[in-house]
């Protein structure tokens, strides 16, 4: 069934079908996956421009002269080329592949660690997943610098008036997500930047969570450092993306040292590679980066707008119908939000509820969601969170929202 949305009509039944994994039954019933901000399915397009390397063109890259290595050298410069173009950066060697998110923010925080000294500044938004916390903790541990926090409402927003107040000249660094994970709320990042950069101040943006609904434009962001992790956008597992600016991948030592990443090596020293190579030890996720290009394309097809107004259309209804529910609270009701709902029930722990769905057939993420800031400042231990992707459907909705009322009925 076609679905008439603001932008045009989207076709989610023809794009299911790109989704072999969308045919599969889980306990007795057809799979409703609404776990897509922990990691989103996989078309077919992907799939097999995966099984197409494997079969064709395995091989090592930047270092064979024979031609199974040059194709698979191209395929893979090829794919940080459309990565450049779908981030608008402006050039090639501004991509640096990384295993996901998680590296391309320990890359950075490293790396500062010759620029930092104590009473320098960090800082840090309320709403961080570990992996925009914890890294810049142990940077300050290292440094002596001081980790400052913006703080939140209850709505799930940013305070902006606190952030203002954070910002002095001994502020070096900002790190803040484009989107939560456990809250769907959409960050203001551009003006985060600009009010950053007023003062001096690096940022760092984790874009996991706005990757697969939003399409960042790091040159109009001005931003410093974008990090991306493939597999929530219709890619692979174990691959992702640093975009750095140029002056500051320059200015960053290596996080690793190995293969690839050199100049020239002796026991007297070595001499590092220029970009992208010298922040590239060893041999990449080849296969994954090429597919992450295929992902990128895929997803580029349907459209970003296309797929961001079908899904808030997902969002509003589904929210309406929880809202229904005796006892539902939700967490995160920010003005602009992405497809994502964190809900608890009155009484009930989250574990149970995400339990009870998943004998039917409901995949849901249940727990702190690696944002343990968020659930201490809610006062709560975890939620349910259903996160849904361009590929759900109203009817899934329904099914779910028929799930939690049934699981709350076996719990009270
Ligand atoms: N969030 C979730 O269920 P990696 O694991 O490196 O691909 O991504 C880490 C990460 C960083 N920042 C944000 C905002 C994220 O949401 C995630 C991953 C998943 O919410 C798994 S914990």
Same mark, same amino acid.
């Given at each position: 069934?076609?679905?008439?949305?603001?932008?045009?009509? &989207? !076709?989610?039944?023809?794009?299911?079908?790109?989704?072999?994994?969308?045919?599969?039954?889980?306990?007795?019933?057809?799979?409703?996956?609404?776990?897509?901000?922990?990691?989103?399915?996989?078309?077919?397009?992907?799939?097999?421009?995966?099984?197409?390397?494997?079969?064709?063109?395995?091989?090592?890259?930047? =270092?064979?002269?024979?031609?199974?290595? @040059?194709?698979?050298?191209?395929?893979?410069?090829?794919?940080?080329?459309?990565?450049?173009?779908?981030?608008?950066? *402006?050039?090639?060697?501004?991509?640096? &592949?990384?295993?996901?998110?998680?590296? /391309?923010?320990?890359?950075?925080?490293?790396?500062?660690? /010759?620029? #930092?000294?104590?009473?320098?500044?960090?800082?840090?938004?309320?709403?961080?997943?570990?992996?925009?916390?914890?890294?810049? @903790?142990? #940077?300050?541990?290292?440094?002596?610098?001081?980790?400052?926090?913006?703080?939140? $409402?209850?709505?799930?927003?940013?305070?902006?008036?606190?952030?203002?107040?954070?910002?002095?000249?001994?502020? =070096?660094?900002?790190?803040?997500?484009?989107?939560?994970?456990?809250?769907?709320?959409?960050?203001?990042?551009?003006?985060?930047?600009?009010?950053?950069?007023?003062?001096?101040?690096?940022?760092?943006?984790?874009?996991?969570?706005?990757?697969?609904?939003?399409?960042?434009?790091?040159? $109009?962001? $001005?931003?410093?450092?974008?990090?991306?992790?493939?597999?929530?956008?219709?890619?692979?597992?174990?691959?992702?993306?640093?975009?750095?600016?140029?002056?500051?991948?320059?200015?960053?030592?290596?996080?690793? *040292?190995?293969? !690839?990443?050199?100049?020239?090596?002796?026991?007297? %020293?070595?001499?590092?590679?220029?970009?992208?190579?010298?922040?590239?030890? %060893?041999?990449?996720?080849?296969?994954?980066?090429?597919?992450?290009?295929?992902?990128? $394309?895929?997803?580029?097809?349907? %459209?970003?707008?296309?797929?961001?107004?079908?899904?808030?259309? #997902?969002?509003?209804?589904?929210?309406?119908? +929880?809202?229904?529910?005796?006892?539902?609270?939700?967490? *995160?009701?920010?003005?602009?939000?992405?497809?994502?709902?964190?809900?608890?029930?009155?009484?009930?722990?989250?574990?149970?509820?995400?339990?009870?769905?998943?004998?039917?057939?409901?995949?849901? =993420?249940?727990?702190?969601?690696?944002? @343990?800031?968020?659930?201490?400042?809610?006062?709560?231990?975890?939620?349910?969170?259903?996160?849904?992707?361009?590929?759900?459907?109203?009817?899934?909705? *329904?099914?779910?929202?028929?799930?939690?009322?049934?699981?709350?009925?076996? +719990?009270?």
């Amino acid at each position: 069934m076609a679905h008439q949305t603001q932008a045009k009509t &989207f !076709e989610v039944e023809r794009i299911r079908k790109d989704f072999p994994i969308l045919n599969r039954e889980v306990n007795g019933y057809p799979l409703v996956y609404f776990d897509n901000a922990a990691t989103s399915q996989t078309p077919q397009q992907v799939i097999d421009a995966i099984a197409d390397y494997y079969s064709n063109y395995n091989a090592n890259i930047h =270092r064979g002269v024979h031609s199974l290595s @040059q194709e698979a050298t191209d395929k893979y410069e090829q794919a940080r080329i459309k990565i450049q173009q779908h981030f608008n950066a *402006g050039k090639a060697h501004e991509i640096i &592949f990384t295993s996901g998110t998680t590296h /391309g923010i320990n890359l950075v925080a490293s790396g500062f660690s /010759g620029f #930092l000294k104590e009473g320098d500044e960090v800082i840090v938004s309320a709403m961080e997943h570990h992996s925009n916390i914890v890294p810049w @903790q142990m #940077l300050c541990e290292r440094t002596g610098a001081k980790l400052k926090v913006i703080p939140m $409402d209850q709505k799930g927003e940013l305070i902006y008036a606190e952030f203002e107040k954070l910002l002095s000249a001994k502020a =070096r660094l900002v790190f803040v997500n484009h989107v939560s994970n456990a809250l769907g709320t959409v960050n203001p990042i551009k003006d985060i930047i600009q009010k950053s950069h007023a003062v001096g101040a690096a940022v760092l943006v984790d874009g996991a969570q706005a990757a697969p609904h939003i399409k960042a434009d790091v040159q $109009d962001l $001005d931003v410093d450092f974008y990090v991306v992790s493939a597999h929530k956008m219709c890619g692979p597992t174990g691959v992702g993306i640093l975009y750095g600016k140029e002056e500051w991948l320059e200015k960053l030592p290596p996080y690793q *040292g190995g293969g !690839e990443m050199i100049a020239t090596v002796s026991f007297e %020293g070595t001499t590092y590679a220029g970009l992208p190579h010298k922040f590239e030890a %060893g041999t990449p996720n080849i296969c994954g980066g090429i597919a992450f290009g295929a992902a990128l $394309d895929y997803m580029n097809g349907l %459209g970003f707008d296309e797929i961001a107004a079908y899904e808030h259309e #997902l969002l509003e209804y589904a929210t309406r119908k +929880l809202k229904e529910i005796e006892g539902m609270k939700i967490y *995160g009701e920010a003005a602009e939000k992405t497809a994502v709902i964190s809900f608890n029930i009155e009484g009930l722990h989250p574990y149970d509820i995400g339990t009870l769905l998943d004998k039917m057939g409901i995949a849901v =993420r249940t727990g702190h969601h690696c944002a @343990q800031p968020v659930m201490d400042f809610f006062k709560i231990p975890g939620t349910v969170r259903a996160s849904f992707s361009f590929y759900n459907t109203f009817e899934e909705i *329904g099914r779910f929202v028929e799930g939690v009322k049934k699981a709350k009925m076996m +719990l009270q």
